[in-house]
């Protein structure tokens, strides 16, 4: 279920060094938090877990099933952000990741299809966090935008350059 290396890896980094203007400390002090509804446009419903249920998941990869997208909010390009959530590995080495997709429910890309690219956001971090595995949320705080990304378990949105990863709760 883990991938190693991403499709326009080289691009979507580039992409990524934008948001690294600001020195780390100064990053990580102050923040706005953001729910994954704040991630939708303007009258759009967020994606249920419960939605996978309708999904045949004997039909084709889980990508291949990922709900279509209906835009993305710009409100935060730039801005220090906490947004709490799971990982999913996409680079690693044993248990440290520094490269992940970040997903608003258990088991979204992996067991079940993925939400919608504007409810996924792919997270980069320069120092690897040791992750205590996919089932142990996280909050995550840092540099966020809008970025483009596909994967081979998931399309994405938004990208978040990670000053601070701790578990759930304490933060």
Request: with cysteine; proline share 9%.
């Amino acid at each position: 279920y883990m991938v190693n290396k991403c499709p326009n890896r080289r691009s979507f980094l580039s992409t990524l060094s934008t948001f690294s203007l600001l020195p780390a400390i100064a990053r990580a002090e102050e923040f706005i938090d953001l729910e994954w509804t704040d991630l939708l446009p303007a009258g759009q419903a967020a994606h249920s877990p419960e939605a996978n249920n309708n999904i045949q998941h004997n039909q084709g990869s889980l990508l291949a099933q990922q709900p279509k997208s209906k835009g993305v909010r710009t409100d935060w390009n730039g801005q220090i952000v906490r947004l709490p959530g799971f990982i999913v590995p996409i680079e690693y080495s044993g248990d440290s990741v520094t490269a992940f997709i970040l997903v608003p429910f258990l088991g979204a890309c992996v067991h079940v299809p993925p939400p919608p690219a504007n409810q996924l956001v792919f997270v980069t971090t320069p120092k690897p966090y040791k992750s205590a595995g996919l089932h142990a949320p996280v909050n995550v705080i840092g540099m966020f935008g809008t970025a483009s990304q596909s994967t081979q378990l998931a399309d994405i949105s938004y990208a978040l350059s990670a000053d601070t990863i701790k578990p759930y709760g304490t933060l």
